[in-house]
Each structure stands twice: as C-alpha cells, then as structure tokens.
C-alpha cells in the first residue's frame, strides 16, 4: 500500500469531501485522523469502520476549526502528520451590503484561517521527518468569482495564495503544498445551499441545479467526493513530488470558460 506508514489529518471530514478524502486515502494505505468540531459517538464510530473497511488505523479527534488553539491542538493530538488536508468549509449567501459581520468572520476562520493555523503546527514535524504534503480544499470560487458568496470567495482565494506561499516555504524540503479546486460536488454543504439560492433567484430546485448551479460547470455534471479523493492521493504520490504551489481544478471545465 503506497501511503502505509503516512498519518494524514483531514479536517471537516465527518461529511461530504472530507470523508471522501479520508476514505480514499485509507484505501491506499493511510492512518486517518478524521475531525469536526462534534464530538458524537457516532462521529467515532464512522472513524472506527473507516479503520476496519480499509484495515488501517483511524481515529476521530474533536476540535473546531473556527478556533486557531483548537486548529493547533489538532495537529499536536495526533501525535504526527505526514498528510494534511485542510478541507472543513462553510458557505452562506447574502449580498455584500446584506452580509452579517459574524458570518463573514466565521467563513474567513473556518476556510481560511484554519489552514494557516494547522499548516504552522504541521510543518516543523514535516520538516523533521524530510517529507509532507499540504493540500488545501480551495475551489473553483478560489480562482473566479459569482454574485452573492463574497466571504467563501475572498477566502478561497485566500487558500490559494496560501498554498502558493507554503509552496515557497518548503520548496527543495520534501514537502510539497497545493490546492485542489473543486466544481460542484453534490455534498451536505450544496444541499444546503439549494434553497438560498432558490430563493435568492426565485426558481424551483432543478432549475437552479441547472440553471444556476451546474450553468458555469460544462460537463453539467457535479465532481464525485471520490474524485476529489483520487486527486489528494495522486497529490501524496512519488508523480506528484515536483507538483507544487498549483492549483488543480476537478471542475468539469468551469475555469476553462
Ligand atoms: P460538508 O458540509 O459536507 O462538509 C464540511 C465539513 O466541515 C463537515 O465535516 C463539517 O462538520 C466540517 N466543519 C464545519 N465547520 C467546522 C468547524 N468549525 N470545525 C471543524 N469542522 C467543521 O461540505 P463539503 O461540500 O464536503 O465541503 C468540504 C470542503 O470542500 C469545503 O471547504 C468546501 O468549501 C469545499 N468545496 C466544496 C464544493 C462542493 O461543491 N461541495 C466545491 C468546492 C469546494
């Protein structure tokens, strides 16, 4: 198993792409840290039968991602960490002038803020051990923008001009850190989005789907969690060592327009 021996943390990895992620890098081989900042039986028990699907040691760690100490006292809990996947993500929709102030505070130090706290506390460990990988879960609204999303768009952008200057960091140190832009993946946090933009485009369901969500995404179809997986793993191969301080877009060709 190529990643066997590796310890990857995957943050916001109780749902969606962040399980999808740990999933695939289970499959290969990984020890996974799975996190949120729940602390349900049931957030241990999916970190439990991830480990036994894949017979690979997996554990669920608690800590909120809104809160630098808790981003901090993630990566030290773990005790190590090889692969870092700074995934955990909220939205909300509003126009600019209409944006709550506590929204737009939360999205920047849960998007953006979080990976720059992790990133800090992983890197030394990295160093030390002469290999690493940092991937960020940036977006599609990290390299363009639409109406309505300003604080998820300020700080995708954020992400990848984070990932650029990681890049720098370590450039020539065995660690390499790139950020992953997703399309539309049909995950909780799409869901969620659906009815805001019903309402702020006044359609029904599918014709937002179409019509507003999938309208920028070419292919017309939504990228897969497994998709998004593969690319990380492609990411923490031998292939992948000179690939650094990119982006990688998984958009069915959204930024090719
Ligand atoms: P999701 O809502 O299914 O998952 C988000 C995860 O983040 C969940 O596990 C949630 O518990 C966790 N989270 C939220 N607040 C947190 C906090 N304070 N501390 C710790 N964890 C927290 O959403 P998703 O679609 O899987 O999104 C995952 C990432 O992918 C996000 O960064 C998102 O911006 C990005 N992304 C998603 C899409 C898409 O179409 N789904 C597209 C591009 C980028």
Redesign the pocket.
């Known amino acids: 198993m190529e990643l066997a021996g590796k310890t990857a943390i995957i ?9 999808g992620v740990a999933q695939e890098l289970a499959r290969a081989g990984a020890s996974v840290v799975l ?4 602390d349900r039986p049931e957030d241990h028990e999916l970190a439990a039968e991830l480990g036994a699907r894949h017979a690979v040691p997996a554990r669920y760690i608690a ?4 809160l630098g100490e808790d981003c901090r006292a993630l990566i030290a809990r773990a005790g190590g960490c090889d692969i870092l996947v700074n ?5 909300h929709v509003a126009p600019v002038d209409e944006f709550p102030v506590e929204k737009w505070n939360l999205i920047l130090a ?2 953006l803020s979080s990976a720059f706290h992790t990133s800090a506390a992983a890197l030394p460990g990295m160093r030390a051990r002469g290999w690493g990988r940092v991937i960020n ?5 990290g390299l363009t923008a639409s109406p309505f999303k300003s604080a ?1 768009i300020a700080a ?1 952008h954020g992400m990848v001009g984070l990932s650029k200057t990681v890049a720098l960091e370590t450039a020539g140190q065995g660690i390499t850190c790139n950020a992953i832009c ?9 869901e ?1 989005q659906i009815p805001d933009q019903m309402k702020v485009h006044g359609m029904d369901r599918e014709t937002v789907i179409r019509e507003v969500m999938l309208l920028r995404q070419p292919s017309r179809q939504f990228a897969t ?1 497994e998709q998004i997986g593969g690319t990380v793993v492609y990411l923490c191969s031998p292939a992948a060592d000179q690939v650094t301080g990119t982006t990688i877009s998984v958009d069915g060709g959204w930024t090719a327009l």
Request: a neutral charge; proline letters at 5%; charged letters at 5%.
């Open positions: 943050t916001g990895s109780n749902s969606g792409i962040g399980l996190n949120s900042f729940s800590a909120d991602m809104s995934n955990a993500g909220i939205q849960i998007n879960i940036a977006s599609a609204h998820y995708k997703p399309g539309y993946v049909l995950t909780p946090l799409v969620a969690v």
